[in-house]
């Protein structure tokens, strides 16, 4: 994570699991860029059966601003990871928290039906 305002930047890195919904504490204090990556391990263990093996080390990563402020139009957004908080250690239906989301149209009949949330703290 990298702090907008130029001071030292943190790492976290999170253990390995199946395709899952991963939830975990920031922990800022100021708008922090999150650059989240893969660390992928090669090996005789793949599952390239995993709709998700095409992601590679090698694979850019995504880039998030996370600010301390919530808008009003994030109480929606809110609101969702709220619930998923409270699902963790649970599995909630894929195709229907996709589509709270807003993304519904990436759901295939590669995806798993249920998704394990998974709250690191």
Avoid: Y
């Avoid at 589509?99 to 295939?108: M, N, R």
Wanted: proline residues 6%; contains cysteine; aromatic residues 4%.
């Amino acid at each position: 994570m990298k702090p907008e305002d130029g001071s030292a930047e943190s790492t976290r890195t999170l253990s390995a699991g199946p395709t899952s919904i991963v939830l975990f504490d920031a922990q800022i204090s100021r708008p922090t860029v999150w650059e989240s990556s893969f660390n992928c391990v090669s090996g005789e263990d793949v599952d390239h059966s995993d709709p998700m093996a095409f992601v590679q080390s090698t694979s850019p990563p995504a880039l998030s601003l996370l600010v301390l402020d919530v808008e009003s139009n994030d109480q929606s957004v809110q609101s969702l990871l709220n619930g998923l908080r409270a699902k963790c250690g649970t599995s909630v239906s894929t195709a229907e928290t996709l589509a709270h989301f807003g993304l519904s149209d990436l759901v295939t009949d590669d995806w798993l039906q249920q998704l394990p949330v998974r709250c690191e703290v």
